[in-house]
């Protein structure tokens, strides 16, 4: 929906913006003080995986031998300034892989279910887009393909390629 919400804003002037920003502002804090109700944060071990050079040693369970790569990971400087340059998976899957492969598995094995649910979630949101009671086809696969690409095609160009039909007279 935020491409629906910024079209929409793009349209209105600086004091309905400035109401829209505060709607959803107040609505988003609403939304964390639910969460944050039904749902306290937990302790979690697996910090080391967001930030492995500012952790406390002491409260990580890991195998004493993963344990000792964390900490040969986390004195290494060159790794840091990687660290801070590149993406939290690229450091991950490429950076740290060849080097200390056994704790770079079991840190993609934890990072990886959120990237794959939400390409999930877009493509179930996309679908409910397109299956509606006024545009109920069997065969959406290809209008499913343009909503889920990151392409935008250009139609104009489509159009002009296709041969058309005989103009009427």
Known sequence: MFPNAFNEGQQLDTAGKN????????????????????????KRDDDWIRDPFGIDMESIMLPSNEESMLVKLSCDRTLKKKFMEVSLSHFWCSIVMSEYPSLATRAVKILL??????????????????KTKHRNRLDIEHDLRVALSTVTPDFETLVRSKKHAQFSH
């Open 19 to 42: 109401v829209m920003s505060k709607t959803i502002t107040t609505h988003l804090n609403k939304l964390l003080e639910w969460f944050n109700h039904h749902f306290p944060e937990k």
């Open 113 to 130: 279910p959120f990237s794959t649910t939400y390409l999930c979630e877009c493509g179930f949101s996309a679908l409910v887009q397109l």
